[in-house]
């Protein structure tokens, strides 16, 4: 599977953003699919995480700001980001792994988006 993310941009501290993630093939609805983030001298870190099923993850510096979820019938993943904060300035890659279960780790997943720069200003 391809993967495309889109979405990132410039915001202000407390804005709005809304990632996209556009996956080729037809079997979108089997992959877990995972958001992540890297930010310059960090590692990356998962974000988000979403089963085929529908069971969402997240990490507890975004639980209550953001919200992954996924629409089948278009092959896309999304990350609805509320309430941004400077912190969360990174660049934010989408993946994915073709499995029922939740990964929390980028070594779990098989495919990867190219990735789009968020920032964040203060």
């Known amino acids: 599977v391809q993967l495309q993310a889109s979405g990132g941009g410039l915001v202000q501290a407390g804005g709005s953003l809304r990632l996209s993630c556009a996956a080729s093939?037809?079997?979108?609805?089997?992959?877990?699919m995972g958001w992540f983030r890297q930010a310059p001298g960090k590692q990356r870190e998962l974000v988000a995480g979403?089963?085929?099923?529908?069971?969402?993850n997240y990490a507890d510096a975004v639980k209550g700001r953001f919200t992954i979820s996924r629409d089948n019938a278009k092959s896309t993943a999304y990350l609805q980001m509320n309430s941004l904060k400077p912190e969360d300035t990174a660049v934010y890659y989408c993946?994915?792994?073709?499995?029922?279960?939740?990964?929390?780790?980028?070594?779990?997943?098989?495919?990867w988006g190219q990735g789009t720069q968020v920032t964040v200003s203060s």
């Open positions: 993946a994915a792994v073709l499995s029922s279960l939740y990964y929390g780790k980028p070594s779990n997943y098989d495919y």
């Open positions: 093939g037809r079997t979108f609805s089997r992959y877990a």
């Open positions: 979403i089963t085929a099923g529908g069971i969402t």
